[in-house]
């Protein structure tokens, strides 16, 4: 019975939409809130803004700041950032899992790699490869890179060992082993790498956009805060917020189609 009652309630209502609509509602809250704080002075308005002009000041954006075309730009350096960062670190790590010698002597520079203040070395880049958008997607890629490694190395290391006497049992080779037992067992481990590298990624190519001034959101914002336009500012923020949301989204989609 109660078995027959839940199915019945999930026919009515999709449990699944319920994390979404409490998100949703949390961060109404929080902008309520936080305008009310503004408009009662407990808060600087010349530090933040109004919630409510920095969503007014949207259309703006559109009209007078080309956004889809910056939107765009910065989305095209993330694609691409993103596809070289997880075509590179997941057989770098597969490398590193394999060869025990090697990996020993690597893997502290690794994460070393990932502590490094890569974008500090902007000025270098420019001088190798230009002001231009392989400066920015060079250094994302060094910044993504790390944390992808070290979660592909780990979550091959971790893989159960019966799953492991399962294949040795069916006499697999060395590649099947490899391809039909330790990477499924270790998609997530390679999947929260993956999420972690692509913050790293959308963080790298709006700071390099923004300190080089090479288009994009990046670029808006700096000059948006250049003209002390505050809630041009915040809105061009939003749109970041929006843009990683929309690569999050598609990468949760990606790895359920991928774990089937």
């Given at each position: 019975?109660?078995?027959r009652?839940?199915?019945?309630?999930?026919?009515?209502?999709?449990?699944?939409?319920?994390?979404?609509?409490?998100?949703?509602?949390?961060?109404?809250?929080?902008?309520?809130?936080?305008?009310?704080?503004l408009?009662?002075?407990?808060?600087n308005?010349?530090?933040?803004?109004?919630?409510?002009?920095?969503?007014?000041?949207?259309?703006?954006?559109?009209?007078?700041?080309?956004?889809?075309?910056?939107?765009?730009?910065?989305?095209?350096?993330?694609?691409?950032?993103?596809?070289?960062?997880?075509?590179?670190?997941v057989?770098?790590?597969?490398?590193?899992w394999?060869?025990?010698?090697?990996?020993?002597?690597?893997?502290?520079?690794?994460?070393?790699?990932?502590?490094?203040?890569?974008?500090?070395?902007?000025?270098?880049?420019?001088?190798?490869?230009?002001?231009?958008?392989?400066?920015?997607?060079?250094?994302?890629?060094?910044?993504?890179?790390a944390?992808?490694?070290?979660?592909?190395v780990?979550?091959?290391?971790?893989?159960?060992?019966?799953?492991?006497?399962?294949?040795?049992?069916?006499?697999?080779?060395?590649?099947?082993?490899?391809?039909?037992?330790?990477?499924?067992?270790?998609?997530?481990?390679i999947?929260?790498?993956?999420?972690?590298?692509?913050?790293?990624?959308?963080?790298?190519?709006?700071?390099?956009?923004?300190?080089?001034?090479?288009?994009?959101?990046g670029?808006?914002?700096?000059?948006?805060?250049?003209?002390?336009?505050l809630?041009?500012?915040?809105?061009?923020?939003?749109?970041?917020?929006?843009?990683?949301?929309?690569y999050?989204?598609?990468?949760?989609?990606?790895?359920?189609?991928?774990?089937?």
């Amino acid at each position: 019975m109660d078995r027959r009652r839940r199915t019945k309630m999930e026919g009515r209502f999709d449990l699944r939409r319920y994390p979404v609509a409490v998100g949703i509602a949390t961060v109404a809250v929080l902008t309520v809130l936080l305008e009310n704080a503004l408009r009662l002075g407990l808060l600087n308005r010349y530090v933040v803004p109004l919630p409510s002009e920095v969503l007014l000041n949207l259309p703006r954006l559109f009209t007078e700041e080309a956004i889809l075309q910056r939107f765009f730009d910065t989305g095209f350096r993330m694609l691409v950032s993103c596809i070289l960062v997880v075509g590179i670190a997941v057989p770098t790590g597969a490398l590193l899992w394999r060869y025990r010698l090697l990996r020993r002597a690597v893997i502290d520079w690794v994460a070393a790699l990932a502590a490094a203040p890569v974008v500090l070395a902007f000025p270098l880049f420019l001088v190798m490869f230009g002001r231009s958008t392989a400066t920015v997607v060079i250094m994302s890629l060094i910044t993504g890179l790390a944390p992808l490694v070290i979660k592909t190395v780990e979550g091959l290391t971790t893989v159960r060992p019966v799953l492991i006497n399962v294949g040795r049992s069916m006499r697999l080779s060395s590649m099947q082993m490899f391809w039909k037992i330790l990477l499924p067992a270790a998609l997530p481990a390679i999947f929260t790498g993956i999420k972690i590298s692509w913050t790293y990624v959308l963080i790298s190519v709006v700071g390099i956009e923004y300190l080089i001034n090479l288009g994009g959101l990046g670029a808006l914002i700096n000059e948006l805060v250049e003209r002390y336009d505050l809630p041009g500012t915040y809105s061009s923020i939003l749109l970041v917020v929006l843009l990683s949301v929309i690569y999050f989204m598609a990468l949760e989609r990606i790895e359920k189609w991928v774990r089937r």
